[in-house]
């Protein structure tokens, strides 16, 4: 295969077409999604130029599935706040916090299946994984909040909205989210004790 340092090269001709050297082969953008998915590592480069154009490549495939059958993973809000730090003295941070908290993600939620797995076994409620991935998208609230506030402290100067008392919802909402901790970790004393 034809890699440039370990790295598959894929060449993008000026017709759109993009074709895998390490292949001999076109490859289309669900192609690449795939090679992504298995974790296979690749270059994209403009053909005639020679310049890596891998990331607005990977940009076009989450495009691409972010319009899918409304398989969307980032949430409006999440777009709206993104854009906003373009051009913003705070967005040279960005990439590298994003980086972290995707690769945090991605340890926490290998931990969660391994412990589902070892706890419960081959049940369908370790196939279930709903409450532990809620509990998962409370910690990245948690720390997309503590990422806001950092961003304060080194822009003191911003002007920030001020802060919403809790709404009955939220405050029933976390109620609830306690509540299915505590049945968690109920369900999980009970498993510990068989």
Known sequence: MAKNDGQIVIKKY???RLYNTGTSTYVTLDDLAHMVKRG????VQDAKSGDDITHSVLTQI???QESKNGNTLLPISFLRQLISYYGDQMQTFVPSYLEQSMHAFGEQQSQIREHMAKTLGDTPLA?????????MEEQIKRNTEIFRQALEVFSPFSVTAPKAEPTEGRKAEAKDIEELKEQLRALQTKI???
């Open 62 to 64: 989450i495009f691409e």
């Open 127 to 135: 196939k279930n994984l709903q409450i532990p991935m809620q509990l």
């Open 40 to 43: 296979e590592d690749f270059v």
């Open 14 to 16: 000026a017709n759109r």
């Open 192 to 194: 510990e004790n068989m």
